[in-house]
């Protein structure tokens, strides 16, 4: 397996700095993400579309990392994002992903764990 920790500070930073490619590059083209709070498990694109989304609302994103370990099968990271609302009010979501990575490298399953009530104030900036 290649260097894991590598190939996560290098997903979450394409994540941070809202470069959608990079963080495409990161995933498998089959990989799957999964959200504690729907169940569902997304695509490549579909979880692309939502960090667009995310990058158009959240300015001056950073990932306080908590913690970050190597599993035998990928990685575990608990972290808080941290970032600016578009009023200029401070934003915090703790959330912990857990990746499977393929001997290439690449994720093949992210599973996140989050509170969409903390998530919400993005969509709705009054939820705060």
């Known amino acids: 397996m290649s260097d894991v920790l590598s190939q996560a500070e290098k997903f979450i930073a394409a994540i941070a700095a809202g470069d959608i490619e990079a963080v495409r590059a990161c995933y498998a083209p089959d990989a799957r993400i ?4 729907d169940g569902i498990n997304q695509t490549v694109d ?3 579309k939502t960090l667009s ?3 158009r ?3 001056k994103r950073h990932y306080e ?6 599993l035998p099968t990928g990685f575990m990271q608990q972290h808080i994002l941290r970032g600016e609302l578009p009023d200029g009010r ?3 979501m ?4 857990i990746c499977q990575v393929s001997d290439e490298g ?5 599973e996140e764990y989050l509170d969409p009530a903390q998530a919400a104030v993005l969509s709705d900036p009054s939820a705060a």
């Open 57 to 59: 609302k959240l300015f």
């Open 53 to 55: 989304w995310m990058a």
């Open 94 to 97: 703790p959330a912990c992903i």
């Open 90 to 92: 401070p934003f915090e």
């Open 106 to 110: 690449l994720i093949t399953r992210l």
């Open 46 to 48: 579909e979880n692309l």
């Open 65 to 70: 990392i908590l913690r970050r370990e190597v």
């Open 34 to 37: 999964w959200h504690n709070f």
